[in-house]
C-alpha cells in the first residue's frame, strides 16, 4: 500500500458534512465487553475510530447491529467473488462440517483435497498441475518463495536465493512476502534491515523500461531463484494497472535467463480482472502461481501454490532432502476444500464472467465525471474493479464515515478511492456504489486540507 497508516485529520466545521464523532479504541465506546482487547488491522489503535459492528451478511449487504444494512463495495478484501451466503457454497459446507470439519494433510489424504487439486489443474494454463494447499495467502507467497529456491538447489545450484519484484508491489504480511513489497512505498518500509535483501524493478511498460529490466535480470541471474509479479493489476500497492504485453514483456525476459516466473493471483484470480485467471489475457503460462481470497468465495481461509510440470519434476527424487519441507496445520483443511469446489461450481453454473464483463461497462460510465472534480488525477477500471486516485488522500475516516452513512462499505487508503464489488452485484445496487463515490469524492475534494 502506498501509505495505509489511516490519518484521522480533524475536518473544518464549515463543511457540510463535519468530521463524525467518533471515539478512539480505548475509549468507553470501545470498553464493552471484549472489544477493548481487539488489535485491529492497519490502524493505529489509540486514535481508531470505532470499528463498525456487523452482525450477519446476505447478498451483497453486511447488516449492522443498530440495522442500518451496507453494500460491500469490497467484497471483504476481493474474497466474497458470490456474494455472502450463497446457498450452495452453505449446503456444502454444512455437509462437510458433519462429516469431517479438518483432519491433518500429512501421510493422509481426502476427496475435497484431491477432487479441488485436479479442478484447479484442468481450469489452470498449461502444466500448472501440482497444488499445494495453504491456509493464507501470504503462506502461498512462503511456499512460492521456498519452492523457487529450492527448485534449484535441487538441481545443484545452491547460489540462487533472491527474487526480484516490482515497484509498488504488494505480496503480503509475513516476512518473506514482505520482502517483495516495495520497500520505500509500502509500509514494509518501517521494517528495513530485518528482511531478506531483494530486488526491485519498474514494470517493463516501455522498450526502455524492457531494456533495463533484462540488464538487471542477466546482471543478477546468477544468484536470482524468481520473478514475482501481479498480473495485470497491483492491488494493496496502489491499484495499479498495465496491460498484458507488460506481462508478456516479464514472461520473455524470465525464460530467457532461467528464472522462474511467479504470478501473484490472490486477489486478481477468479475472473475479477475479466478472465478466470489474469495471466490468460497476455497468453502466459507461469513457472508458480499463488491463488487465495476467491478460491473459497469468502467463506473460510484458504490458498494454494501451484507449480508447473517443471518445478516439481525437480522434487521428485528418491532423495528425502529433495521433498518440499512444508506443511501448515490446517492445509487442505476439508471445509475449505468443500467451499473452494463449491465455489468453481458456480462459476460453472453463474456465468460470472459474464457480469464481470457487466460490471467492468457500468463502471466505466458510472465513474467517468469524477475526473472532472478538483484533486482527482485518474479514473480507471479494468474487470471488477474501479478506481478514483486523487492527488493525496487526507480525511480517511471522514471518508469511510460518509461511505457508511450513504450505505457503502468502503476503505479508501493510499491515493485510492475503490470499488472490488462482489461479482454477483447487481444494476441497481453497483449504481448505488458508484453514486456514492462519485458524490462524496466531490465532497471531499472541497474540504480544506
Not at 506443511?327 to 468443500?338: E, V
Request: aromatic letters at 6%; a negative charge.
Amino acid at each position: 500500500m502506498l501509505n495505509t497508516r489511516e490519518g484521522n485529520m480533524a475536518i473544518p466545521s464549515s463543511t457540510s458534512h463535519p468530521e463524525p464523532s467518533v471515539s478512539g479504541a480505548h475509549s468507553e465506546e470501545m470498553s464493552a465487553p471484549d472489544l477493548q482487547h481487539v488489535w485491529s488491522p492497519y490502524c493505529q489503535m489509540k486514535t481508531a475510530p470505532v470499528p463498525a459492528k456487523v452482525v450477519g451478511t446476505a447478498g451483497v449487504r453486511l447488516r449492522l447491529d443498530d440495522g442500518r444494512e451496507l453494500i460491500d463495495g469490497l467484497a471483504s478484501w476481493w474474497s466474497a467473488c458470490h456474494g455472502y451466503n450463497h446457498p450452495h457454497l452453505l449446503e456444502a459446507m454444512k455437509a462437510q462440517l458433519s462429516t469431517m470439519p479438518h483432519v491433518m494433510f500429512g501421510g493422509t489424504q481426502h476427496e475435497p483435497a484431491t477432487k479441488l487439486a485436479g479442478r484447479l489443474a484442468r481450469l489452470l494454463p498449461g502444466s500448472l498441475d501440482h497444488v499445494f494447499f495453504c491456509d493464507s495467502g501470504s503462506v502461498a507467497v512462503e511456499v512460492a518463495m521456498k519452492m523457487a529456491i529450492q527448485f534449484y538447489r535441487n538441481r545443484g545450484d545452491r547460489k540462487r536465493h533472491r527474487f526480484l519484484a516490482f515497484h509498488h508491489a504488494y505480496h503480503g504480511d509475513t516476512t518473506g512476502a514482505m520482502s517483495l513489497c516495495d520497500p520505500e512505498r509500502s509500509m514494509h518500509h518501517m521494517f528495513a534491515g530485518g528482511l531478506l535483501p531483494q530486488l526491485h524493478a519498474d514494470l517493463p511498460h516501455t522498450t526502455d523500461c524492457a531494456r533495463k529490466l533484462a540488464e538487471m535480470v542477466s546482471r543478477h541471474h546468477a544468484d536470482l531463484a524468481g520473478v514475482f509479479i501481479e498480473p495485470l493489476v497491483q492491488g494493496a500497492g496502489g491499484m495499479r494497472f498495465h496491460d498484458p504485453e507488460v506481462l508478456g514483456r516479464v514472461a520473455e525476459i524470465c525464460s530467457d535467463h532461467d528464472v522462474l516466473l511467479i504470478a501473484d493471483e490472490l486477489a486478481t484470480g477468479f475472473g475479477r480482472t475479466g478472465s478466470m485467471f489474469a495471466v490468460e489475457q497476455a497468453n502466459v503460462i507461469p513457472d508458480i502461481i499463488c491463488l487465495g481470497k476467491a478460491l473459497s468465495a469468502g467463506a473460510i481461509g484458504f490458498a494454494a501454490t501451484v507449480a508447473n510440470d517443471r518445478v516439481y519434476e525437480a522434487f521428485w527424487s528418491d532423495d528425502p532432502s529433495h521433498a518440499l519441507m512444508h506443511g501448515p496445520t490446517f492445509m487442505a483443511n476439508p471445509l475449505a476444500c468443500a467451499a473452494a469446489n463449491a465455489s468453481l461450481d458456480l462459476f460453472e453454473q453463474e456465468d460470472r464472467l459474464s457480469q464481470v464483463a457487466t460490471i467492468e461497462s457500468q463502471l466505466r460510465v458510472a465513474l467517468a465525471p469524477a475526473m472532472e472534480f478538483d484533486r482527482v488525477v485518474d479514473v480507471r477500471v479494468k474487470g471488477a474493479i474501479g478506481v478514483i486516485q486523487v492527488d493525496q488522500l487526507d480525511h480517511v475516516d471522514w471518508l469511510r464515515q460518509r461511505f457508511i452513512e450513504e450505505g457503502v462499505w468502503l476503505r479508501p487508503f493510499g491515493d485510492c478511492i475503490y470499488t472490488t464489488p462482489p461479482l454477483t452485484i447487481n444494476e441497481k445496487e453497483l449504481g448505488h456504489v458508484t453514486q456514492a463515490m462519485c458524490d462524496i469524492t466531490r465532497e471531499w475534494s472541497l474540504l480544506k486540507r
